[in-house]
């Protein structure tokens, strides 16, 4: 086994590296040249979309998100961007640290294992909104035997990233038909009160905005599409895969619910999020910490698997064996989640909404 303190120390190294490089402006890269001139724009009136599709996405430094997310943003615009970034980068930790807690962890190896993984390290030197969309997993775990908030923090987590749609299945699978209901309503609500107090601006280039994104980034990303042009095939080919496996995941899901198996059904939409995405960065795969918590709240060497990511690069997809690597380590963290996971989840009592 794995010495205890050589896990903590190489933890506290990389996190002290990470802050050392404040005054560096590679320091929260995502959230100081995307999220934070994009809450600028919106304190100030303005659109935060760009002109040009085409010349935001190809430098990946253009907003792409809804709205709303730039007015939650919108404090750190009261202080300079270098504090901003920090402040960032500190808040997307407890959001990886609060999410293993949430769920039932409360062995410090785990902890210390998870700020080695190179998807963590790659959501926190980009401050970018993968650790909040981790806690927001946590918390649609921690509050599923309730309506409004699994409702709340289902539909933020969408309206925010589009991927994380398979959850609302995941939710109408487990009998949460209500919730899932809820969880779109309030997700559309609070884009479309974002997009009006923006006058509607960007609102009809939006969709262009994505599909020229997607054009540009799926390949050199760590897609199923991706993967598949790395063995010749066509676009066309690796989207059609990805759909397959997509809804093989998702069947698994609606399968594993009705038999009320809940973290394996939780698992399978997790899966299937990051495997319906024509974009998935190593940072994604920061989502996946959250069922294997919930499956291991102790540590053990799977705990360590992710680390092996370092070999692949952080922007980017590398060659080779780097651009299949994360889906092997994916698909590894799947397997062991769900095998492990076949349990039937006894009544809870509800908490109260």
Same mark, same amino acid.
């Given at each position: 086994?794995?010495?205890?303190?050589?896990?903590?120390?190489? +933890?506290?190294?990389?996190? &002290?590296?990470?802050?050392?490089? !404040?005054?560096?402006?590679?320091?929260?890269?995502?959230?100081?040249?995307?999220?934070?001139?994009?809450?600028?724009?919106?304190?100030?009136?303005?659109?935060?979309?760009?002109? !040009?599709?085409?010349?935001?996405?190809?430098?990946?430094?253009?907003?792409?998100?809804?709205?709303?997310?730039?007015?939650? @943003?919108?404090?750190?615009?009261?202080? !300079?961007?270098?504090?901003?970034?920090?402040?960032?980068?500190?808040?997307?930790?407890?959001?990886?640290?609060?999410? @293993?807690?949430?769920?039932?962890? %409360?062995?410090? &190896?785990?902890?210390?294992?998870?700020? @080695?993984?190179?998807?963590?390290?790659?959501?926190?030197?980009?401050?970018?909104?993968?650790?909040?969309?981790? @806690?927001?997993?946590?918390?649609?775990?921690?509050? %599923?035997? *309730? *309506?409004?908030?699994?409702?709340?923090?289902?539909?933020?987590? #969408?309206?925010?990233?589009?991927?994380?749609?398979?959850?609302?299945?995941?939710?109408?699978? *487990?009998?949460?038909? %209500?919730? +899932?209901?809820?969880?779109?309503?309030?997700?559309?609500?609070?884009?479309?009160?974002?997009?009006?107090?923006?006058?509607?601006?960007?609102?009809?280039?939006?969709?262009?905005?994505?599909?020229?994104?997607?054009?540009?980034?799926?390949?050199?990303?760590?897609?199923?599409?991706?993967?598949?042009?790395?063995?010749?095939?066509?676009? !066309?080919?690796?989207?059609?895969? &990805?759909?397959? /496996?997509?809804?093989?995941?998702?069947?698994?899901?609606?399968?594993?619910?009705?038999?009320?198996?809940?973290?394996?059904?939780?698992?399978?939409?997790?899966?299937?999020?990051?495997?319906?995405?024509?974009?998935?960065?190593?940072?994604?795969? #920061?989502?996946?910490?959250?069922?294997?918590?919930?499956?291991?709240? %102790?540590?053990? &060497?799977?705990?360590?698997?992710?680390?092996?990511?370092?070999?692949?690069?952080?922007?980017?997809?590398?060659?080779?064996?780097?651009?299949?690597?994360?889906?092997?380590?994916?698909?590894?963290?799947? /397997?062991?989640? #769900?095998?492990?996971?076949?349990?039937?989840?006894?009544?809870?009592?509800?908490?109260? +909404?």
């Amino acid at each position: 086994m794995i010495s205890q303190g050589l896990l903590f120390a190489a +933890a506290g190294v990389l996190v &002290m590296a990470l802050f050392l490089g !404040s005054g560096s402006d590679s320091l929260a890269w995502d959230f100081r040249f995307s999220y934070l001139p994009a809450a600028e724009s919106v304190v100030s009136g303005d659109s935060p979309y760009p002109d !040009s599709a085409i010349g935001a996405v190809a430098g990946r430094s253009g907003y792409i998100y809804p709205p709303q997310l730039a007015f939650a @943003l919108a404090p750190f615009t009261l202080v !300079s961007p270098d504090v901003a970034a920090v402040l960032a980068v500190v808040g997307a930790l407890g959001a990886l640290l609060g999410a @293993l807690w949430i769920v039932g962890v %409360r062995d410090p &190896m785990c902890f210390a294992a998870l700020l @080695l993984w190179a998807p963590a390290w790659n959501a926190l030197e980009l401050a970018n909104v993968s650790a909040l969309l981790a @806690l927001g997993l946590a918390l649609a775990w921690r509050y %599923r035997a *309730t *309506t409004w908030p699994l409702a709340a923090v289902l539909g933020l987590a #969408v309206a925010t990233k589009l991927f994380l749609w398979p959850l609302l299945v995941w939710a109408a699978a *487990t009998q949460r038909l %209500r919730q +899932a209901a809820l969880a779109v309503g309030l997700g559309a609500a609070v884009t479309l009160v974002s997009w009006a107090a923006l006058g509607f601006e960007g609102l009809t280039g939006y969709p262009d905005l994505l599909r020229v994104y997607s054009e540009f980034q799926a390949e050199t990303s760590y897609s199923i599409v991706a993967v598949a042009s790395l063995f010749g095939a066509g676009d !066309s080919i690796g989207r059609l895969l &990805m759909l397959i /496996v997509g809804a093989l995941l998702l069947l698994g899901c609606i399968r594993a619910g009705r038999r009320a198996e809940e973290l394996r059904a939780f698992s399978y939409a997790i899966a299937g999020a990051l495997a319906l995405s024509p974009i998935v960065w190593q940072h994604y795969l #920061v989502l996946l910490a959250v069922p294997l918590a919930i499956s291991r709240p %102790r540590f053990s &060497m799977l705990w360590l698997l992710p680390i092996i990511l370092w070999v692949s690069p952080r922007a980017g997809n590398g060659a080779g064996v780097e651009t299949i690597l994360p889906a092997v380590v994916a698909s590894v963290l799947l /397997v062991s989640v #769900v095998a492990r996971s076949g349990w039937r989840a006894a009544p809870q009592r509800p908490v109260p +909404a």
